[in-house]
């Protein structure tokens, strides 16, 4: 059975979750109140209507419950700004506590009923006397959410090794899963602290590039193997997966040449990959 789905991103995540449109017209861009398991939140749509099958969900689709209004999501701002001026103090009990946590970030929930506290942790950590001292300074509702390191850079912004904004803080995806295999792909170094980002993990650019190069492999002889070219028969030395180039080496006697050709430009027997 296939059915309609939007795609919805919270201002806490990175994640995209699916919703029921719920018949109302929404674009890119829209904020707008869903249904979760936690209660109403505020959401901004990603996707637009897309057509899924029902066998493709996790979880029951909750529904896409109006669009949010100019004013609501000013006030969301606002709120958030109002629950960031406990950081400094969120900071200094979390000290005094002597508890083996970073706070990252305090947030305010959509309506102000609740503000929540992401941190991150080693290990698991016991914060039930902080919850209370916590509740007493704010005068609400708090929510401690420990997060992983990516979400720590995507919340405090920041610059990768190329210079430019980390790929986590411009929403391109989702990369949680990013692995030595994808760099080995792209030629890169496998020297884990050379393709790190500031959260110390793997580089999000890493995944977010390694479709391009998945498919430029799929169609590129293997280093070391024989190809036909204009010039005669050699072996394949290097391959520039972008551009889609082989560089390849003539023997003869004992001169060596290495020539370079578009792939359109060789022939080769092709391997299952």
């Known amino acids: 059975m296939q059915i309609e789905v939007v795609g919805v991103k919270f201002k806490s995540s990175n994640h995209v979750y699916s919703f029921d449109p719920n018949d ?14 936690k209660g109403t939140d505020l959401g901004c749509i990603v996707k637009e ?11 029951p689709l909750k529904k ?34 002597k508890l083996e946590m970073k706070v990252v970030k305090v947030e305010a929930s959509y309506d102000n009923s609740r503000y ?12 039930r006397d902080l919850v209370k001292k916590l509740a007493e300074l704010m005068k609400k509702r708090v929510e401690l959410r420990q997060i992983g390191s990516r979400d720590e850079v995507r919340m405090l912004g920041g610059f990768g090794p190329c210079g430019k904004i980390c790929c ?39 995944a977010y590039e390694n479709s391009t190069y998945q498919e430029s492999i799929k169609v590129m002889p293997k280093v070391g193997s024989s190809v036909s070219t ?15 180039e ?27 990959k």
């Not at 609501?72 to 629950?83: G, L, R």
């Not at 082989?246 to 299952?272: A, Q």
């Open 49 to 59: 209507k897309d057509v899924i099958n029902s066998e493709d969900l996790v979880s």
């Open 24 to 37: 109302l017209k929404l674009k890119n861009g829209d904020y707008v109140l869903v249904d979760t398991e």
């Open 168 to 206: 986590c803080v411009q929403n391109f995806g989702e990369f949680d899963h990013v692995s030595m295999k994808m760099a080995k792909n792209q030629n890169l170094s496998l020297n884990p602290a050379s393709i790190s980002g500031l959260c110390g993990k793997l580089m999000c650019c890493i």
């Open 116 to 127: 929540i506290v992401n941190f991150t942790a080693e290990n698991r950590v016991d914060f």
């Open 246 to 272: 082989v560089d390849v080496k003539f023997v003869k006697g004992d001169d060596v040449e290495i020539k370079t050709y578009k792939l359109e430009e060789i022939s080769f027997k092709k391997e299952n």
């Open 64 to 97: 896409v419950l109006k669009v949010a209004s100019k004013e609501m999501v000013e006030k969301a701002e606002k709120y958030d700004e109002e629950a960031n001026k406990f950081y400094p103090q969120v900071k200094k009990l979390v000290k005094d506590a």
């Open 230 to 244: 204009k010039d005669g028969s050699g072996n394949v030395v290097y391959n520039n997966l972008l551009d889609r």
